[in-house]
Nanobody
């Protein structure tokens, strides 16, 4: 089992920045990948950014150039630095852990990000 706890969400004006954090309850060193997803009202949950155990990253087109994902294995933390925020970034952001092919993915409870115009 892995518990994931997100923090760092809030209300920010368009053009502002936020840094989301995700704390894991156990070592993330061996996790296949970790990622950030978001879900806006009435929309499906979508991938924002993902980082593999080898450090490879991929981003949604909407996040490229504005968001940066990083992981600190020693601290058991995942981060998402979000710059130049837009109202369309408003959503609940979820942390995800892909532990291994033998274990289910885990999700945090989510943190609300609201960007005002």
């Amino acid at each position: 089992q892995v518990q994931l706890v997100e923090s760092g969400g809030g209300l920010v004006q368009s053009g502002g920045s936020l840094r989301l954090s995700c704390a894991a309850s156990r070592s993330i060193f061996s996790f296949n990948a970790m990622g950030w997803y978001r879900q806006a009202p009435g929309e499906q949950r979508e991938l924002v950014a993902r980082v593999t155990s080898g450090g490879g990253t991929n981003y949604a087109d909407s996040a490229k150039g504005r968001f940066t994902i990083s992981r600190d294995n020693a601290k058991k933390m995942l981060y998402l630095q979000m710059n130049s925020l837009k109202p369309e970034d408003t959503a609940v952001y979820y942390c995800n852990a892909e532990v291994s092919r033998y274990e289910s993915n885990y999700w945090g409870q989510g943190t609300q990000v609201t960007v005002s115009s």
